[in-house]
């Protein structure tokens, strides 16, 4: 049987296993409201490694990604990321010294391995010797699969509104 507790103005100490437990929750979850919701979003996207279904010419093109996540093409050197409602491909090579960038599925990001630049899924820049977003290529959705053009790359810092356009609405 449990204690009776006298009426308190919202700060009385936990009488009970069950209590202490509801509070201890409830405290965790607004100290996880802290965190950004898109790092915790991020933190979800399955990855893959992954090949082009056909290259014709200076498109690439691959399956419609069912859900959020990315697949990385190495053969093509491309990205691909499904990300909240949006296609983007992207370069494989980080914008500051081209080295292949990793998915780093417990940060929920991209970084690259040399001088730890980091990218959330839509490849904007978030720190690092980096001076850029990741660039992209142009994509298009066509019927369900996703067509990338590899000779339509853009640099943020130099085509930002090619850049910001360069992703395809699923």
């Known amino acids: 049987m449990r204690p009776e507790t006298p009426a308190c103005a919202g700060g009385c100490a936990p009488t009970g296993r069950r209590e202490f437990l509801g509070r201890v929750t409830t405290a965790l979850g607004a100290i996880m409201l802290g965190f950004s919701a898109t790092a915790r979003e991020a933190a979800a996207l399955p990855f893959a490694l992954g090949e082009a279904l ?5 498109e690439v093109s691959y399956p419609l990604p069912a859900a959020d996540g990315a697949t990385i093409d190495r053969k093509n050197e491309i990205i691909l990321v499904r990300w909240k409602g949006h296609v983007y491909a992207f370069n494989l090579s980080c914008p500051h010294q081209n080295t292949a960038l990793k998915w780093l599925a417990s940060d929920g ?9 980091k990218y959330q899924p839509d490849g904007t820049f978030m720190s690092g010797r980096a001076t850029r977003n990741m660039d992209r290529f142009a994509v298009k959705k066509s019927g369900k699969n996703v067509v990338v053009n590899v000779a339509r790359l853009f640099e943020s810092d130099k085509q930002k509104a090619p850049w910001e356009s360069a992703r395809a609405a699923v």
């Open 54 to 58: 056909a290259v014709e010419g200076d």
């Open 109 to 117: 990001r991209f970084q690259c391995p040399k001088h730890k630049s």
